[in-house]
Nanobody, 128 residues
Framework: QVQLVESGGDLVQPGGSLRLSCAAS????????IGWFRQAPGKERQGISC????????YYANHVEGRFAVSRDNAKNTVYLQMNSLEPEDTAVYYC?????????????????????WGQGTQVTVSS
């Protein structure tokens, strides 16, 4: 059974850091492009990062580049999203997703429709 499970969400003060984890079972993460998305209340799901397995090049949305970083631990079949300098605007439910048809991030990596497997999400709240 294919499954993605996010964890690591929490309440954090502005300027703080969190590391989210995305653990996979039923398939190997190192064969797929992995996207990170977030969705705030009343807003559309927003692509924030993609990490391709074929070249290992990460892509970031403009508003998180320089603050967020993705990494992969193949031995643990887990992808991480390190989030630094968090802002209240980063408050959202964060999701990871896998594109089973591509090992590289597509030009449409920000589009949720590009991904086939999704986790249940983890809540990140940035507030003082």
């Amino acid at each position: 059974q294919v499954q993605l499970v996010e964890s690591g969400g929490d309440l954090v003060q502005p300027g703080g850091s969190l590391r989210l984890s995305c653990a996979a079972s039923g398939f190997s993460l190192d064969s797929y492009a992995i996207g990170w998305f977030r969705q705030a209340p009343g807003k559309e799901r927003q692509g924030i990062s993609c990490f391709g397995s074929s070249d290992g090049t990460p892509y970031y949305a403009n508003h998180v580049e320089g603050r967020f970083a993705v990494s992969r631990d193949n031995a643990k079949n887990t992808v991480y999203l390190q989030m630094n300098s968090l802002e209240p605007e980063d408050t959202a439910v964060y999701y990871c997703a896998a594109d089973r048809y591509g090992s590289a991030c597509s030009l449409r990596w920000r589009n949720p429709g590009e991904y086939d497997y999704w986790g249940q999400g983890t809540q990140v709240t940035v507030s003082s």
